[in-house]
């Protein structure tokens, strides 16, 4: 299992940055994928970005180029630095850890963590 723990959400203005972290409870390297997902009020939750064990990194086409993932597996920690934000890019943003386990068949087992908010004003 893994515990994950958000933070770095708050308040900021348009064209501002933010920085989020995820800390894991355990290391992260055998964690196939970490990534970022965000849900409106009213809207279904949505993935982010996401990078995998080897570092090829995956973002949503809203926030290439504002967005960057990455990870220090020292640390056992995940990062979402999010530049030039938008009103839009307001939500609450969870962190995601996805373990691939071949058992026979595949298995996936995904760890959320609690989430932060992120809230953007004009």
């Known amino acids: 299992q893994v515990q994950l723990v958000e933070s770095g959400g708050g308040l900021v203005q348009a064209g501002g940055s933010l920085r989020l972290s995820c800390a894991a409870s355990?290391?992260?390297?055998?964690?196939?994928?970490m990534g970022w997902y965000r849900q409106a009020p009213g809207k279904q939750r949505e993935l982010v970005a996401s990078?995998?064990?080897?570092?090829?990194?995956y973002y949503a086409d809203s926030v290439k180029g504002r967005f960057t993932i990455s990870r220090n597996n020292s640390k056992n920690t995940v990062y979402l630095q999010m530049d030039s934000l938008k009103p839009e890019d307001t939500a609450v943003y969870y962190c995601n850890a996805r373990i691939l386990a071949m058992t026979g068949t595949l298995r996936v087992s995904d760890y959320w963590g609690q989430g932060t908010q992120v809230t953007v004003s004009p």
């Open positions: 990078i995998t064990s080897s570092g090829s990194t």
């Open positions: 355990r290391s992260i390297l055998s964690v196939n994928v």
